[in-house]
C-alpha cells in the first residue's frame, strides 16, 4: 500500500472536541482517480484554512512504512538531509512510489518543484480529511474575531529583558508588516491596559523547530544549492514602550503588557499623529513607513526657535540638507541667513541639474525649483563665487559695532596683548571725547552710560583712531620718543596734568611741530599730536615689543580692509528680515578663519538686535513678527572646543542671542562635519538635531553623551546610515526617529 505524502500538523482542537484520526492511507486501485499534491498548507481535495489538517509548517513527515515485501530503512544520519530515497517539495519530504506501482507525472503549473511526486488518496481519507476541515471550521468561529488583526503577540521576559522593551513575536506571513520604526498597540488583556510602542530593533527571522544556531539549521541554509528543505520561521521584533494610553492621552509606562498580549499596527493617520508629524515643512520621509512624512510647523516655537545641529562626516549629506532646509523655509515664508563659507549656497536661485538629485526628485514627484529672493552679500574688495547675480551687496564692518572683548578673542591675543588692547582702546574713548567726536550731546552722554561692551563696541570708534593711539605708545617708549617726551613734560608739566581731565581747552592746543614731524596720525587726532601724547603719557605702559606686536596684528586687520571702508556701505539688517528672502553671506574669499568670525559675530549681534526691535514693536501693535532661521556653516571653526576657554566673551554672545532668539523667533542652526570640535557649551544650546552617518565611535560616544533623547538602537544605526540617510531629534517629534531627508531641489555648487 502507497502511503499520501505527510501534509503540515493541524492545530490542536478545541478541549472537549472529539478528534478524528485517519486510517492507514491505502493505494487505490488501478484506474482510479489522482488528485494533485495539494499546495502548502491545503489539503488534497481542497483549500483548508487555519485549524484544518496540515496547518504546521516545515516539520518533515515521520518515516514512510516500507512497501510491501521491502525490508525498512533506517532513517538518513546527515544532518539536515533526507533519508535515502526521499525527495523533497516546498520545504516537505516526500516518498517515491514504490517500485511496484509506476510513477505519476505531475501535471504542469506554476510553482511545481522538479521531480516531484504525486500519490493519491483514498476516498475515505478524503472523507476524514473534510471532516476535520469542518470541525476545524466550526472551533475557529468562536474565536475573538480582532485577533484576526492581531500582528504578533508579545513573548515571555527573561532574564535579559530591559526595562520598557518588549519582545514581540509574529508568524512568517505577518513579518513584513512590522518593519523598523512601525508604531503598534499592545492590549495587555489580562489587566486591561493598553500600550503604545515603537520597532526599535528588528524584524529578526527565526526557524520554528530548531535553533538558528543548530546544526541542522546551519546545514539547511549552507547547502542551499542542494536542498530544497528548509525550516519554517517565524519573526522577532523589539519594540519600545512609547507610554500607556489612558483617558485618551499618553502617560509614562508604569508596567509591562503580559505575555500573550495582542499586537496590532497603527495606521498611517494614527502614527502620524503619535509620532507628531504635521506641518507645512516637510524635512524627508520616514524610514520604515511607505508614506509618511517628517513634517512641522515653522510657527511651532518648539522647533524653528529653538536651535538646530546639523551634523555628520563629509559625503553624508548635511549641504543637501542645508539646501532642502533653505528651499522649504523660503516657501514657509521664513528669513533665512546663511554664513557661507565656500560658495556653495550661492547659485541655490536656480534648480538643481545633478543627474543623480534630478532622479530622486522624480522618485519623491517632485520638481527641481530654485527659491525667488537670493541675495547675496559679500565683503567689499572680494569676490562672490555668483559674481554676476543681480542682486550682490558688498559691505564693510563697523569697527564700533564690534565687542573689544570679542576683538581680542578672535585676533587670539596674548595677556600681554590683551592688556595693552584695552588699555588703548580705553585711551581712545578718552581722545574721541577730547576731540568731540563722541558723545556730543546729552543723549549721547546718556547712550555711554547704558554701553555694554560685552556686547557691542564704543560708538563712532574707527580702527584708525585705535592704530594711531597704538604708534603714539610705540613712539613714547622709543629713543626719539623719549627725549621729546621729556622736554615736552619739563616744558608743559602743568598743561599735561590738566589732560587727565576731558579738556575744555582742546581747541586752544596748538600742535607741537618737533612732535607733528616725528610721529605720523592718520585720523582725526592728527589736528592735534600733543592732545594725543599727552593722553597717551597719563597711561603710560612699558614692553615695547608687545606693543609692536598689538600694532601689526591692527594694521594686518586694516589692511584687509574689513573695518571702516569709506565707500562700502554696512550691513543692512532690516533687508536681510524680508519674509521669505535667503540671504547668503558669502565668505569663499576670505581664507582666513578669523575674519569670517569677525564678520559672523558682528552681523550675528546686528541680526538679534534687529530682530528683538520687530519683536517688541509687533508686540506693541498686536503683531507677529518674522521668524528667522540663520544658518552657520564650519561652526567649529567659529567656536573652537579647543578655545572656547579663552573665548568666553564671543560664546557669552552667541549664548545670549541662542537663549534671547527663542522668544523673539530667531532661530541658529549649527553645521560641522567635525562635531568633536565643538566644545559641549555650544552642543548644550541644540534642542534639535540632524545627524548624518559618523564613522568615528568616540564621536559617536560623545554625541551619545550629549544628546540624552535618542535611545541604544539608533545610534547603533548612524555608522551605517546612507547618503541622505539622517537620525532627526526634534522637538515636536515624539521620539527621534530616521529619516530619508528629501533631495534638494535647488542647485548646490559642489566643493572640493
Same mark, same amino acid.
Given at each position: ?220 541554509? !549552507? $547547502? ?9 520561521? #517565524? ?71 529653538? #536651535? ?18 533653505? #528651499? ?40 527641481? $525649483? ?98 594711531? !593711539? ?94 571702516? !571702508? ?56 498686536? $503683531? ?67 545627524? #548624518? ?47 530619508? !531627508? ?11
Amino acid at each position: 500500500m502507497g502511503v499520501p505524502s505527510a501534509g503540515p500538523a493541524r492545530p490542536l482542537a478545541p478541549q472537549g472536541t472529539p478528534r478524528a484520526t485517519p486510517p492507514p492511507a491505502a493505494t487505490p486501485p488501478r484506474g482510479a482517480p489522482v488528485r494533485p499534491e495539494a499546495p502548502r498548507g491545503q489539503s488534497a481535495s481542497r483549500p483548508v484554512g487555519p485549524g484544518a489538517p496540515g496547518a504546521g509548517r516545515g516539520t518533515p513527515p515521520p518515516n514512510q512504512s516500507p512497501s510491501r515485501g521491502e525490508p525498512a530503512r533506517p532513517p538518513s544520519q546527515d544532518s539536515g538531509r533526507p533519508p535515502p530515497g526521499m525527495g523533497t517539495a516546498r520545504g516537505r519530504l516526500v516518498s517515491p512510489a514504490p517500485p511496484s506501482e509506476p510513477r505519476i507525472p505531475v501535471p504542469q503549473r506554476t510553482g511545481a518543484t522538479r521531480n516531484e511526486v504525486v500519490r493519491p488518496l483514498p476516498d475515505d481519507v478524503l472523507g476524514e480529511l473534510d471532516e476535520l476541515e469542518h470541525e476545524a471550521a466550526s472551533a475557529t468561529a468562536g474565536l475573538d474575531p480582532e485577533l484576526e488583526k492581531a500582528v504578533g503577540f508579545t513573548h515571555f521576559d527573561t532574564a535579559s529583558s530591559h526595562d520598557n522593551l518588549v519582545t514581540v513575536l509574529t508568524t512568517r506571513s505577518d513579518l513584513h508588516l512590522l518593519a523598523s520604526q512601525s508604531l503598534v498597540r499592545v492590549k495587555s488583556r489580562e489587566d486591561n491596559r493598553s500600550y503604545l510602542g515603537l520597532v526599535v530593533r528588528g524584524p529578526f527571522a527565526e526557524p520554528d523547530a530548531v535553533s538558528a544556531n543548530s546544526s541542522i539549521a546551519v546545514g539547511v541554509v !549552507v $547547502q542551499g544549492k542542494k536542498l530544497t528543505y528548509t525550516f519554517d520561521y #517565524h519573526g522577532r521584533v523589539e519594540i519600545e514602550i512609547l507610554g500607556e494610553e489612558s483617558n485618551g492621552k499618553l502617560v509614562p509606562p508604569g508596567r509591562r503588557p503580559r505575555p500573550k498580549s495582542p499586537v496590532f499596527l497603527l495606521d498611517d493617520a494614527e502614527s502620524e499623529h503619535v509620532l507628531g508629524m504635521s506641518g507645512e515643512l516637510c524635512l524627508g520621509m520616514v524610514v520604515g513607513y511607505e508614506y509618511m512624512e517628517a513634517r512641522f510647523h515653522p510657527m511651532d516655537k518648539s522647533v524653528l526657535p529653538r #536651535h538646530t545641529g546639523i551634523i555628520g562626516t563629509t559625503g553624508g549629506g548635511k549641504s543637501t540638507t542645508v539646501a532642502t532646509l533653505i #528651499h522649504r523655509a523660503q516657501q514657509a515664508g521664513i528669513a533665512t541667513i546663511v554664513f557661507d563659507v565656500e560658495g556653495e549656497y550661492t547659485h541655490v536661485d536656480k534648480p538643481t541639474d545633478d543627474p543623480a538629485m534630478l532622479e530622486a526628485l522624480n522618485r519623491r514627484n517632485q520638481k527641481p $525649483q530654485g527659491v525667488k529672493d537670493l541675495h547675496i552679500h559679500h565683503l567689499f574688495g572680494r569676490d562672490s563665487r555668483n559674481p554676476r547675480h543681480k542682486n550682490l551687496h558688498p559691505f564693510a564692518l563697523n569697527f564700533s559695532s564690534l565687542s573689544p572683548h570679542a576683538i581680542s578673542e578672535i585676533l587670539d591675543m596674548s595677556d600681554a596683548q590683551r592688556e595693552r588692547f584695552h588699555k588703548a582702546y580705553d585711551v581712545t574713548k578718552l581722545l574721541l571725547e577730547d576731540f568731540e567726536i563722541f558723545p556730543r550731546t546729552a543723549e549721547e552722554r546718556r547712550q555711554i552710560l547704558e554701553l555694554d561692551e560685552l556686547s557691542t563696541g564704543y560708538p563712532r570708534m574707527t580702527i584708525q583712531h585705535l592704530l594711531d !593711539v597704538v604708534s603714539t605708545y610705540i613712539y613714547s617708549l622709543s629713543e626719539e620718543g623719549k627725549v621729546e617726551t621729556r622736554s615736552k613734560s619739563r616744558n608743559s608739566s602743568r598743561r599735561q596734568t590738566s589732560l587727565l581731565e576731558p579738556a575744555e581747552s582742546a581747541e586752544t592746543d596748538n600742535p607741537d611741530p618737533s612732535l607733528a614731524n616725528t610721529l605720523t596720525l592718520y585720523s582725526e587726532f592728527r589736528q592735534n599730536p600733543s592732545r594725543v601724547i599727552g593722553r597717551v603719557m597719563a597711561h603710560a605702559s612699558r614692553n615695547e615689543i608687545s606693543w609692536k606686536t598689538l600694532a601689526g596684528k591692527l594694521h594686518h586687520l586694516r589692511r584687509l580692509k574689513l573695518f571702516d !571702508v569709506g565707500t562700502a556701505p554696512g550691513v543692512d539688517y532690516g533687508s536681510m528680515l524680508t519674509p521669505g528672502r535667503v540671504s547668503v553671506i558669502d565668505l569663499s574669499d576670505t581664507d582666513s578663519p578669523q575674519l569670517n568670525n569677525l564678520v559672523i559675530a558682528d552681523i550675528l549681534r546686528g541680526l538679534q538686535e534687529t530682530q528683538e526691535a520687530r519683536y517688541q514693536r509687533a508686540n506693541e501693535q498686536g $503683531q507677529s513678527v518674522t521668524p528667522v532661521l540663520i544658518i552657520i556653516e564650519e561652526a567649529h571653526e567659529f567656536l573652537s572646543a579647543s578655545r572656547i576657554a579663552q573665548m568666553p566673551v564671543l560664546f557669552e554672545q552667541v549664548a545670549r542671542i541662542a537663549k534671547r532668539g527663542r522668544k523673539r523667533w530667531l532661530g541658529l542652526a549649527f553645521v560641522t562635519q567635525l562635531p568633536q570640535h565643538l566644545p559641549n557649551e555650544v552642543l548644550g544650546l541644540l534642542n534639535n538635531f540632524i545627524i #548624518h552617518k559618523i564613522t568615528d565611535s568616540t564621536v559617536t560616544s560623545r554625541m551619545q553623551r550629549t544628546v540624552g533623547n535618542i535611545d541604544e538602537s539608533l545610534w547603533s544605526r548612524v555608522s551605517r546610515l546612507a547618503p541622505g540617510q539622517a537620525l532627526v531629534s526634534f522637538s515636536s517629534f515624539t521620539r527621534p526617529l530616521m529619516v530619508a !531627508v528629501d533631495p534638494a531641489p535647488v542647485k548646490r555648487l559642489l566643493v572640493e
